[in-house]
């Protein structure tokens, strides 16, 4: 089965621009989740979905980071304006369901560099 | 609230040599546990993962870890260490009731000398 997909793998932005984060998961897991993994750090979850529904966004900044699943399959994770302090890599995985004895599968990631 | 504390950061192996990685966790019941390997430049992939039952669970790539109820621990273990082997490895714990909460440990990033 092809794994999860993500786009771009590298973006170079300055600060205060806005940026976009495209992921496609494994067909048929319902939940959705997007990390952000600093460096010299394990990912951080920012923001879980169900279907198209929201089930932890608690960690999401939400001033300046959305995100959304609305069709239930793939999803785009914005920032805007970027900070210096968002540089990182975003991580998207997928897992069957919710429970976490599900195994999460991760896509490449993309790598944000914000100057 | 679970955490994990994965308490060496760099650990450095010759080739050949066995390796061990630490990983405490917090958790008020027995937790879902759960080693992942990441490459440079690529996504996390699961090692390995306990459950309940045995307390020695095999994984992939020649990797095993062992649940230590009495110290709160699941340390990943390997006999003899690749080259391939380079990489970071986490750490994850999984809450088994009322939540949907999985937290990462911060890594252990393994060097492994020729």
């Known amino acids: 089965e092809a794994g999860v997909a993500q786009s771009p793998r590298y973006k170079i932005i300055e600060k205060r621009q806005s940026v976009a984060f495209w992921c496609n998961p494994i067909?048929?897991?319902?939940?959705l989740y997007w990390y952000q993994q600093i460096l010299g750090q394990g990912p951080k979850l920012l923001i879980q979905?169900?279907?198209?529904?929201?089930?932890?966004d608690s960690q999401l900044p939400k001033d300046r980071f959305s995100a959304e699943r609305l069709k239930g399959v793939d999803s785009t994770l914005k920032i805007q304006p970027a900070k210096l302090e968002d540089s990182a890599v975003y991580l998207c995985?997928?897992?069957?369901?919710?429970?976490?004895?599900?195994?999460?599968?991760f896509g490449p990631g993309t790598r944000l560099t914000v100057l | 609230a679970q955490s994990v504390t994965q308490p060496d950061i760099h650990i450095t192996v010759s080739e050949g040599a066995s390796l061990e990685l630490r990983c405490n966790y917090s958790?008020?019941?027995?937790?879902?546990l759960f080693w992942y390997v990441q490459s440079p430049g690529q996504g996390l992939q699961l090692l390995l993962k306990?459950?309940?039952?045995?307390?020695l669970v095999q994984g992939i790539k020649g990797f095993e870890a062992e649940f230590k109820r009495s110290q709160s621990s699941f340390n990943l273990r390997k006999p003899s260490v690749h080259w391939s082997d380079a990489a970071e490895y986490f750490c994850?714990?999984?809450?088994?009731?009322?939540?949907?909460?999985?937290?990462f440990g911060t890594g252990t990033r393994l060097k492994v000398l020729a």
């Open positions: 306990y459950f309940s039952g045995d307390t």
């Open positions: 958790y008020g019941a027995t937790p879902y």
């Open positions: 979905f169900q279907n198209n529904g929201v089930v932890d």
């Open positions: 067909s048929g897991h319902a939940t």
């Open positions: 995985a997928s897992s069957r369901g919710l429970a976490t004895y599900n195994e999460q599968f």
């Open positions: 994850a714990v999984g809450a088994t009731s009322g939540t949907y909460k999985y937290i």
